[in-house]
């Protein structure tokens, strides 16, 4: 797949993944890049992964706190908020109502 289309597709949903992965429990954030590879959606480097988790930290959707590493460097966990249930809720619903008719579309055009 084209790196650049790829990159606008994730720049699109990569908030809604993240806070979707940490309704699963609290993480750090080289654990969610692994999360993310493994569903699929590729590889996902700090400098993209780390700015939205500030993001999400910063409109309230995530709580962070550092914990020391039993064997190894400290790490900073994400949490969701309430806030950030509520907005997975809303924007998960949105992005499903887009994406089937998307799909559909994309479907016909590809079996034809």
């Known amino acids: ?10 720049r699109g949903v990569l908030d809604i ?3 979707a992965l940490l309704s699963e429990g609290e993480s750090y954030g080289y654990q969610l890049a692994q999360a993310l ?3 699929g959606v590729g590889p996902i480097q700090g ?20 914990r020391e590493g039993s064997a190894g460097p400290a790490r900073k966990y994400y949490r ?3 806030d950030g249930h509520a907005a997975l809720g809303t924007d ?5 109502t887009f994406v089937q008719p998307v799909n559909d579309i994309v479907t016909k ?3 034809r």
């Not at 993209?48 to 962070?64: E, M, N, S, W």
């Not at 998960?92 to 499903?96: R, V």
């Open 92 to 96: 998960g619903s949105a992005w499903l």
């Open 37 to 39: 590879d493994a569903a």
């Open 17 to 19: 993944c993240v806070l």
């Open 1 to 10: 797949m084209d790196s650049d289309r790829r990159g606008q597709w994730l």
């Open 109 to 111: 055009g590809v079996t």
């Open 80 to 82: 969701l908020t309430d």
């Open 47 to 66: 400098g993209t992964l780390y700015p939205v988790l500030l993001r999400l930290q910063k409109t309230g959707l995530v709580t962070a706190q550092w």
